[in-house]
């Protein structure tokens, strides 16, 4: 999506909190298409302001610039449901172990055993041994 526009990109960057490079980046990707003034200098539009939000959004979301190259190389982003539920399982899987995560931490702050004699320590530790390197008579 090419346009033009009244913005330079030292003005974008600054109105996003990025750094130019970052924006030049992306339009190296081809996720940003500026338009040229007279003289050769990117200008960005309305569209542009969308499509910064949008890249914005998807990196929030978790994914990388080479999925948003996908899911923004059409009108539409939900022509790709086979890549958005890759990308829900995903997350599934990294707030499933973030959530273990906490709760070991939690269990930690509340438990009033040292952590080398707290059961669940222990039975977290040796859930992580392979069996076949288990200590022997265990």
């Known amino acids: ?13 600054h109105e996003f909190g990025l750094a130019t490079h ?6 190296s990707m081809g996720l940003l298409q500026p338009g040229r003034d007279g003289v050769g200098q990117r200008r960005y539009g309305e569209a542009d302001l969308v499509r910064v939000a949008l890249i914005l959004i998807g990196k929030e979301a978790g994914f990388g610039l080479r999925e948003l ?4 190389g059409t009108d539409n982003p939900m022509s790709h449901p086979e890549l ?10 990294r707030i499933a172990r ?11 702050l509340a438990c009033p055993a040292a952590f080398d004699e707290c059961p669940h320590a222990k039975e ?3 859930a992580r041994i392979p069996s076949r390197m288990a200590p022997i008579g265990k």
């Not at 999506?1 to 960057?13: Q, R, V």
């Not at 970052?22 to 339009?27: A, D, G, I, N, P």
């Not at 190259?69 to 923004?72: E, F, S, V």
Request: hydrophobic fraction near 50%; aromatic fraction near 4%; charge should be neutral.
């Open 1 to 13: 999506m090419k346009s033009t526009g009244g913005f330079t990109i030292g003005e974008l960057a």
């Open 22 to 27: 970052v924006l030049r980046h992306w339009e």
């Open 69 to 72: 190259q996908i899911l923004l």
């Open 84 to 93: 958005l539920r890759r990308h829900v399982a995903a997350l599934e899987d």
């Open 98 to 108: 973030a959530t273990a995560a906490k709760q070991l931490i939690e269990h930690a």
């Open 124 to 126: 977290q530790i040796a």
